[in-house]
């Protein structure tokens, strides 16, 4: 089946507006996650859904930051008012949630590289 | 603060040596610990991954080591391929929920 996908792939923005990015899991993959990889550095998680809620928010950088999934499956996470440091790459991956103490695999999209002008 | 420490921050290996790639972490709670590759303009992609019970796994040419009492573990890729030459993750995570990822290793296989 289809892997992870993530649009727009690339997103070039100026400072202070607002950004979409979405996220496409895998179907039947109930746990969905966003991170934030800046250029040489390591992946920033950002937040984690079980089904459609969010029980670890503790990622985001600011409330300039949200993120919401419906339906169980597409995800959402949107930047408001946009800063030259949000620049970066935003990776989205799911997983197959097993039983507590079971870390399933987490299975990658592409990314959304985001330009802030 | 930086849940998972990674080392070093680049590797430069010849074609069919051993790379070396080492993690360490604070958390007993942590129970997985998985090694991701990632190419260029690609996501990460899962590569091998290990549970604190045990203190190595071998998958072909790739191995963890795992030293619950230290608090480290490495990833050990022998027979290194130019093909290996990727970034490489390691991470660690509390029943699969937050995912804690180090901050990369840039490895570059020479022919």
């Known amino acids: 089946g289809a892997g992870v996908s993530q649009s727009p792939s690339n997103k070039v923005t100026e400072k202070g507006k607002d950004v979409e990015l979405r996220c496409d899991p895998i179907?039947?993959?109930?746990?969905l996650y966003w991170y934030r990889q800046s250029l040489g550095q390591g992946l920033e998680f950002l937040i984690y859904?079980?089904?459609?809620?969010?029980?670890?928010k503790s990622g985001l950088p600011s409330d300039r930051f949200s993120a919401e999934r419906t339906g169980g499956s597409v995800s959402t996470l949107t930047i408001q008012r946009t800063q030259q440091e949000d620049s970066a790459v935003y990776l989205c991956a799911s997983s197959q949630s097993g039983l507590a103490g079971t870390g399933g695999e987490q299975f990658f999209g592409p990314g959304t590289r985001l330009t802030v002008l | 603060q930086q849940q998972v420490k990674q080392s070093p921050q680049s590797l430069i290996v010849q074609k069919g040596g051993i790379s070396i790639i080492n993690c360490a972490y604070e958390n007993t709670a942590f129970d997985y610990f998985p090694w991701y590759q990632q190419f260029p303009g690609k996501g990460p992609a899962l590569l091998i991954a290990i549970r604190p019970d045990v203190s190595e796994k071998k998958e072909g040419r790739f191995t963890i080591s795992f030293n619950k009492s230290a608090k480290q573990f490495s990833l050990h890729i022998m027979d290194s391929q130019p093909g290996d030459s990727a970034t490489y993750f390691c991470a660690a995570s509390i029943s699969g929920n937050q995912f804690y990822f180090g901050t990369g290793t840039s490895l570059t296989v020479i022919p």
């Open positions: 179907s039947g993959h109930t746990a």
């Open positions: 859904f079980q089904g459609n809620s969010a029980p670890d």
